[in-house]
């Protein structure tokens, strides 16, 4: 039994990779779909929906099976709960690559607005912040978990900046208004993709540490370069 | 431990119900903020988003809990696995309360807009579907909870208007622009406090009907006012 039960660690573990690798690349095609006002692309993410929506009950049907027949304690428990936590994750973010893809078929069907400069950035972060995120699971990293935390500041800054951005051109332009909320709701389900990476990595840490850092996030360690010690809440 | 696990469970749903409750509350009081441009509320709201964040660490360790030490099987472990989910959702809809606040700050800040009319219309849908999506869990009533999934609809479609509207509104009114956006930003928190609701609503089909409703609650089913059966997906 042990040795099957090391083996569905591993088939888990490689499954929530291909789900993770997925949901990324759902995330760099809709943005791709919106820069290029590619309507077609943005209506085979839309599609392709499914695809993941179907990694995921397949995925909770595993770990649902896992707990019920191997019956896992300590270490592998809360390792199976993050995972069963991280699929719920992943299939959202799947749920925000389609908004997106949904906002960019609006925006292909009106005049662009303005040459982006932050929005591109701020899709570089998020895909970084989730393909790090998914690598720190994988490999129990608990100080790339931490690096993940950090970044969502910067993305809080640059929606923030994006957002202001797109109010002084709405005021400007009233015209270009919807096509401005368009880009809102980019930046805004970008921002929602890199707090779910934020609860991935927020979960290694957990699980690594067995201590709750999600509500204490603000309570950085005192280096951020290298593993410390939890703070007690 | 049979009788001690028993009366863990009871404590579990207590646990859940007296979180919805907050919840519930939290999001009532948020939009109250909003229409009443009350401040003073509103940074209460925000301050007290550490009393559901401290309830779903201590819900989701009694659970951790429960699985380590119980090893429940078959339907007590979706039960458990569904209130894991539940507390999730809880915790995320007490995070909307806390955007909703935050923005009824900003709003009470500046004049305001025009008379709302759906927006508490729609608060009202939500809350309710908030508070059916925990009863049905409390007491496995799939039919309450497919109720729920049907209610998202009258949610999208006033999300959709309200949306319509302030757009028309920001034309013709650009120095409204940034108090349209604050509200079109609630109007879309209590979207998403609706998709939770039913997420927890497509739990309890899942654990009542060990059938997985989430990616087709469009195939609904024929009667809605009585327990239909699951369709094979």
């Known amino acids: 039994m042990q040795r099957h039960f090391v083996e569905e660690l591993e088939a888990l573990k490689t499954n929530l990779i291909k789900m993770g ?32 929506n179907a990694m995921e009950i397949e995925i909770g049907d595993a770990i649902v099976d896992l707990l019920a027949l191997q019956q896992p304690v300590a270490t592998d428990l809360r390792f199976i709960l993050a995972a069963l936590k991280i699929n ?3 299939e959202r973010i799947g749920d925000h ?8 078929l609006k925006y292909a069907g009106g005049e662009p607005v303005k040459p982006f400069v932050d929005l591109p950035r701020m899709a570089q972060v998020t895909k ?8 720190a699971f994988i490999h129990a990293d608990s100080a790339k978990a931490r690096a993940v935390l950090i970044s969502d500041d910067t993305i809080d800054d640059l929606n923030r900046k994006i957002v202001a951005e797109l109010v002084a051109l709405m005021r400007a332009e009233p015209v270009l208004i919807e096509q401005a909320l368009d880009l809102i709701r980019v930046s805004r389900n970008l921002e929602r993709v890199a707090d779910l990476s934020t609860n991935i990595a927020e979960e290694v840490v957990f699980v690594a540490e067995a201590h709750v850092v999600k509500h204490h ?17």
Chains 1, 2 share one sequence.
């Open 217 to 233: 996030a603000e309570e950085k360690p005192p280096s951020q370069s290298r593993e410390a010690g939890p703070n007690p809440a």
């Open 21 to 52: 690798s997925f949901a990324e690349e759902s995330i760099v095609r809709a943005i791709r779909a919106l820069l290029e006002r590619d309507a077609d692309l943005a209506r085979e993410i839309i599609a392709q929906d499914e695809r993941i």
């Open 128 to 135: 970084a912040m989730l393909r790090d995120s998914i690598d």
């Open 88 to 90: 719920n994750d992943l």
């Open 97 to 104: 690559a389609v908004n997106i893809a949904e906002s960019a």
